[in-house]
């Protein structure tokens, strides 16, 4: 099976920035698009960023965007998440996904998974 690791999680305050990074298997990372999710304790699992294969196209959650910056190094097969002046609402475990067939939000739509990363935002 296709294996995702996310790193880069950890505590910090209000206002700071974190990179999140993602690793996946080289063929399963070069034929799809991937995402990024976010699950608060108590919530569901929601949308936060997705990019396409060739990293040309981006799309974010009204929530994050402007603050948040996705991308992807094919080479590498790697997809990280900029996230620049966090707020506690932005507390939640982080999960890439992949798999999925185009940019989309939707989580059925993406076949892997990782074992997601925690951001703690403090006020």
């Known amino acids: 099976q296709v294996q995702l690791v996310e790193s880069g999680g950890g505590l910090v305050q209000a206002g700071d920035s974190l990179r999140l990074s993602c690793a996946a298997s080289e063929r399963a990372f070069s034929s799809r698009a991937m995402g990024w999710f976010r699950q608060a304790p108590g919530k569901e699992r929601v949308f936060v960023s997705a990019?396409?294969?060739?990293?040309?196209?981006?799309y974010y959650a009204d929530s994050v965007k402007g603050r948040f910056t996705i991308s992807r190094d094919n080479a590498k097969n790697t997809v990280s998440l900029q996230m620049n002046s966090l707020e506690p609402e932005d507390t939640a475990v982080y999960y890439c996904?992949?798999?999925?067939?185009?940019?989309?939000?939707?989580?059925?739509?993406?076949?892997?998974w990782g074992q997601g990363t925690q951001v703690t935002v403090s006020s």
């Open positions: 996904a992949a798999g999925a067939p185009g940019l989309t939000m939707s989580r059925n739509l993406y076949d892997y």
């Open positions: 990019i396409s294969r060739s990293g040309s196209m981006t």
